[in-house]
């Protein structure tokens, strides 16, 4: 039986791990930490459970290929799905834009918020209509595809082809002046930062207005364990605690992975389902570059990379109809010396198990960039400097939401703060990112293989490889890597 050492036990090396047992491959998990999931995770803090990733999981409609894609890898078998009212409720100025859930009701409300935007938001409407249609095509990649198959799926994607041709190029602040009500505006503008594609903000409501992007019961932590449990079943072997330091290469081929633990694994095929420039710099040590990610590592401004300070906060009593996820401005309150304008906040009512009884886990998500993390990591240089200003932005979180909602007034506490030098050391995030390129107006969209020039036994897997990154792609990818082992071995892919 050949073997298959996986670096990294993320969602995409759980992924990967499952189809190499379901394919007949031998396997093992190296992950660094103690726990598998990666970024798909939750820890417990002073009886609170803080889900750490989902907000939103792409292939909870039952029926559908990704649907079923997770079903296999034993994440949402039999999980029930909780679908909230909105994606987003967003505040400016006294007014209210929401992002309902039922696509008629969000036309309804903004029309009745704004009468004279008719035709903006009809079009905004329809756009999101005609790509409820578009599918995350999940069979294969474009790389194991024959023409008959890549021209089938060109003919699927045409909606998706046609929103990419009309808003790919128009930056969302663009998009955004098409509205004349300054809350929709406001709204449409800063649902994404600067630059970023309009297209993205259709492909989002799209899936989430038909109940293809929802959020699983039990939420991030459950999932990748649920996938951990199906890899043992399928006796595929983990080993914790266990980074990957150094590969031991000869002849166009890894022979060994050395780790931090000193343990030494060889094996015929290595999958690097880990943070890609770590994988290239670190492990690879820079000897194999790939022009795509250099040009893309090069240029964050047209390569932005999200990472983000999340504060969580326990209260004392529930929050009634509050929407699940609410945007409001704030004043006077800055980090690394920026203004910050609103604050997104979530709590998870529908999960009463993620709080003491009678209280409510409410989480704070703040989106850092490029000189947000460069501050970061300077600041981090100085442990009790970098606790300091993590407690003072707690508290400033703390006090705005007391301020826009005086009943929750000394109710609420700061129970834990992230910051993106938390994802840098738990998963060795380049940049503390939590997702991959997105698509801005002046950058291309990455789609690559994860093959390595002059390797002929290892690929990279993961969020990396394609946008917009996220769960879907590191569980896709992680199969399609097995695919390609598959071809490589002249076996029939099996998939389920
Ligand atoms: C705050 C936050 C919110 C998010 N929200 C969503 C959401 O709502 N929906 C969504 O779809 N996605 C979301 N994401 C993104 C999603 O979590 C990631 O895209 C996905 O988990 C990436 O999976 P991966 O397996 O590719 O990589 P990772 O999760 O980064 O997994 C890589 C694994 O490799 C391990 N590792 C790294 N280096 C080594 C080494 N040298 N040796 C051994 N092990 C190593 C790491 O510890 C980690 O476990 C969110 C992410 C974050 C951080």
Known sequence: ??????????????????????????????EKNHNLGGECTGWNRQGYHIDGCIHWLVGTK???????????????????????????AFEHEGDTVHFYHD???????????????EEAVNNFCQAICQLQSFEVPVAKPMDLMSLVEKFKLMMAMKDAGMIMQKYGKISLTEYAKTFKHPALRETLASFLPEGYSASSVFFALAAFTKGQASIPYGGSKALAMRMEERYLALGG????????????IDRNKVRRVTCSNGKTFGADYFIAACDAHMFYERLLKGKYPDSAFEKRFNNPKDYPLA?????????????????RTFRFPVAG????????SHLTMTHYQHEPAFAPDGHTLITCSINQFHSDYEAWHALAKDSRAYRREKARIGEEVLGAIETRFPRMGGKLKVIDVTTPKTYERYCNAYRGAFMPFLPTVRGKMMDHSGRIKGLDNILLSGQWLQPPGGLPVALIT????IMRFCKKEKKQFIKC
């Open 62 to 88: 039952e029926g559908t290929p990704i649907h079923d894609l997770w079903t296999t890898v034993g994440a949402l078998d039999g999980v029930e799905i909780f679908h909230p009212e909105s994606f987003l």
């Open 1 to 30: 039986m050949k073997k298959v050492v996986i670096i990294g036990g993320g969602i995409a090396g759980l992924s990967a791990g499952i189809f190499a047992r379901i394919n007949g491959f031998e396997s093992i998990i190296l």
């Open 333 to 340: 309150f800055k980090i690394h010396q920026k203004p910050i």
């Open 103 to 117: 696509l008629n009701r969000l036309k309804s409300s903004w029309l009745e918020l704004s009468p004279q935007d």
């Open 478 to 481: 992680g199969k399609d890597t």
């Open 307 to 323: 990472s983000e300070i999340r504060v969580a906060l326990g209260y004392a009593g529930t929050v009634g109809d509050l929407p």
């Open 237 to 248: 072997t983990i080993e914790t605690r266990c980074e990957a330091v150094e590969l031991v």
